[in-house]
């Protein structure tokens, strides 16, 4: 369940659809909280709160329809540097196995160093602030690349050291990404909000990889990558535009920063629910970039399809996501979105043994990457949005920003340790017994929500029903 976030992760379905869906799934992945810390919480939810945004759907907000434009360009361009990257490293600079490992812990590093602190700074500032200076910082590393190969001077080091700035500028802009919604839309639009976003990511991954191994073809790798600054830019400018109504926390309000970050790690641990769910998704994460870490080497030089095709297997995989988005609320109105949760676990878990089966039949690589991604992409996008949407609704505004990076430190934390190990595996064992290993840790992931209590709910508890067992607790 690679890059899964809570992963995340973050869509342009059917308005009502989705309108719909999150009514149903706005209940899916977050924490405890204590009894007087929740009321102090919402009285301080209560004086941040965001202006009343306007009535009916979010079509209607120009003020969310200006932030989701230059999000659903960022990620557009995103998904062509995901294609590029890889292409550039394994095909132009023939980078080995350990390569290719350190360049992708470089990319995601910065969740494991940063991750925690940066919850807690950005708790303390405008979160739509840091995430146009993030995108400022991302567009000129990131223009780097193609200006070292016109110099005919690129080595892979260089993407390393850009990897690693850039990963530190994502993590300020995904935790912030995550925490910013409430202070847009009211609470009852945070479900629609979130399914907007996550449909455009879907969206994204299905046009952009194809659209990048196009411009790959016509322009080189390094020079796809300046779309991807482009769109970096466009989303500095949308967020330029703006208007969030957040009020930074008084400095009198502040304690000292090992105290913040300790408060969001209770806040997020003291959920036995969301403690299984992040076991789950870090377990995941871990083996799940064990796997991609090495599927550039596996398809492109191992299975030998070219750049062109890698991209459309990936545009056509994440067709998976895009129905995910879509059916999402129909399967939670069926099966409840607590039951949801160990399902489609299992499913996203199971579906990674597709990949080093290829092997055994080459001839039909082609077909059986798209319907191994496609299973991949739907069900990891039931499983996120649901658990996304719940967190946000339940965590209290002033912990936002430490709630997502305190389950980012976890699941994304793991991942450059993935990476490595994928490296050094790929070198000792080879490409595909290295890919047989990360399905089997990826299928024992599953266990942590499989069993558990989600088979004898059907909804999971929201903010009110915490704080009133809370109460009769006390």
């Given amino acids: 369940m690679s890059q899964s976030d809570d992963a995340a992760a973050t869509e342009d379905v059917d308005d009502a659809v989705l309108a719909e869906a999150r009514a149903e799934a706005s209940v899916l992945a977050s924490r405890p909280g204590a009894d007087a810390a929740v009321e102090a919480d919402r009285d301080a939810a209560a004086v941040a709160s965001p202006r009343p945004a306007p009535k009916g759907s979010l079509w209607r907000d120009r003020n969310f329809l200006t932030l989701w434009s230059g999000q659903a360009l960022s990620q557009f361009g995103a998904q062509i540097t995901e ?53 400022g910082v991302r567009a000129v590393a990131l223009a780097t690349l193609p200006v070292l190969a016109l110099l005919g001077v690129l080595e892979i080091w260089h993407m390393i050291v850009v990897a690693l700035v850039m990963g530190v500028a994502t993590v300020f802009f995904d935790v912030s990404y995550q925490s910013i919604i409430p202070s847009l839309v009211r609470t009852d639009q945070i479900g629609e909000a979130n399914g907007k976003l996550q449909s455009t990511y879907e969206l994204a991954n299905i046009a952009g990889p194809g659209v ?3 411009l790959i073809g016509v322009l080189t790798a390094p020079f796809a990558i300046f779309a991807t600054v482009g769109t970096y830019v466009a989303s500095f400018v949308a967020l330029l535009f703006t208007r969030d109504h957040e009020k930074p926390r008084p400095a009198e309000d502040r304690k000292p920063l090992v105290h913040e970050i300790g408060e969001g790690l209770r806040w997020v641990f003291g959920n036995p629910l969301l403690r299984r769910i992040v076991g789950t998704t870090g377990t995941a994460n871990f083996f799940g970039t064990i796997a991609q ?37 129909r399967i939670i109105a069926l099966l409840g979105e607590a039951r949801a949760i160990p399902i489609s676990a299992i499913a996203f878990s199971v579906a990674p043994f597709f990949l080093p089966a290829i092997s055994l039949v080459p001839a039909l690589a082609f077909p059986l990457l798209v319907v191994q991604g496609f299973i991949m992409s739907f069900t990891i996008l039931l499983y996120n949005i649901t658990q996304v949407t719940f967190r946000q609704r339940i965590t209290p505004p002033r912990l936002l920003g430490r709630m997502n990076a305190s389950i980012r430190f976890v699941v994304w934390g793991v991942m450059p340790i993935g990476a490595l190990l994928a490296g050094a595996l790929g070198t000792w064992i080879g490409t595909v017994p290295t890919l047989w290993i990360a399905a089997t840790g990826e299928l024992l992931a599953c266990l ?4 558990g209590p989600f088979w004898r709910m059907r909804e999971l508890p929201d903010a009110h029903a915490e704080h009133a067992a809370a109460e009769t607790a006390g």
């Avoid at 991209?311 to 895009?322: D, H, R, T």
């Fill in 448 to 451: 942590f929500v499989v069993i």
């Fill in 212 to 214: 990048g191994g196009w």
């Fill in 293 to 329: 870490t090495l599927v550039p080497i596996f398809v492109l030089r191992e299975l030998g399809l070219g750049p062109q095709m890698f991209g459309i297997v990936f545009s056509l995989s994440a067709v998976g996501g895009l129905v995910g988005a879509v059916v999402t609320p």
């Fill in 83 to 135: 294609l590029a990257i890889p292409v550039l490293a394994v095909l132009m600079l023939d980078a080995t196995e350990w390569e290719v490992g350190l360049l992708n812990a470089a990319q995601v590093a910065a969740f494991l160093v940063v991750g925690l602190p940066a919850g807690a700074w950005i708790d303390r500032m405008r979160k739509r602030r840091v995430m146009i200076w993030a995108d």
